[in-house]
């Protein structure tokens, strides 16, 4: 073969190896399991992982080192940072943003249409919701759409948030209610006098202060 040959094929993509005689792609810089479906005009970051029979759609983009595991969903447009986990059997739905390190727990429901009805057509009146930096939501929770959920929040499992959850939150149940404060490690938070709290894993200073918690 000519060399001008060989030059078409790395430009294209391929890579010659004549040792074994074969031609193999280039390597993408993610890993999505065999089952997995990746449709066209995804963005997908390096070191991302997409497990058993997940559904990556179209236009949507995934940062780095995300994990998506068994049977997930992630619906047009959809956007997550980096570091996003999202564990089993959880759907994100076209109007979810979730910033860096957020934790999706097994099984959890995003929604994006307030009043759905099968008989009406509601495409393009998707309602946004934004998960922040470093949000956890647990297992089996519900987010009722429109309602952001605070940097570092903490939505208890089986919780339905039908309002915004300020940053640091912890809140649970039916309708969520807060319940108190988590650091960024995932301790919950008790205040002195003085309205300082310290992180018993970190050791970081928290301030209590009108009536929101804030890192010192």
């Known amino acids: 073969m000519k060399a001008g040959f060989f030059a078409l094929l790395q430009k294209a993509g391929f890579f010659y190896r004549p ?7 280039m390597e993408k810089e993610y890993f999505a399991h065999e089952t997995a ?21 179209s236009n949507c983009r995934l940062g780095e080192n995300c994990n998506l595991g068994q049977n997930v969903v992630v619906s047009p447009e959809v956007i ?17 943003i979730c910033e860096d390190d957020v934790f999706l727990g097994p099984s959890m429901v995003f929604t994006n249409v307030i009043n759905p009805r099968s008989g009406i057509n509601r495409r393009g009146q998707y309602t946004k919701t934004t998960v922040k ?8 929770a519900t987010i009722i759409c429109g309602h952001d959920i605070g940097e570092f929040a903490f939505i208890g ?10 940053p640091y939150a912890l809140v649970i149940g039916n309708p969520a209610r807060q319940m108190g404060w988590m ?4 301790h919950r ?12 894993e970190s050791g970081e200073k928290y301030i ?9």
């Open 133 to 140: 930096k470093g949000a956890s939501i647990g297992a089996n």
């Open 183 to 186: 650091s960024e490690f995932g």
């Open 80 to 96: 997550l940072g980096n570091n996003v986990k999202v564990q089993n059997n959880v759907s994100i739905y076209t109007g979810v």
């Open 37 to 57: 479906v990746i449709d066209d005009n995804c963005q997908i970051g390096k070191g991302t992982k997409i497990w058993h029979f997940s559904h990556i759609m």
């Open 19 to 25: 040792s074994f005689l074969t031609i193999q792609t």
């Open 157 to 166: 499992a089986g919780a339905v948030v039908t309002k915004e959850v300020p």
């Open 189 to 200: 938070l008790t205040f002195n006098e003085e309205g300082i709290a310290v992180c018993p």
């Open 208 to 216: 209590l202060e009108n009536g929101g918690v804030r890192k010192v």
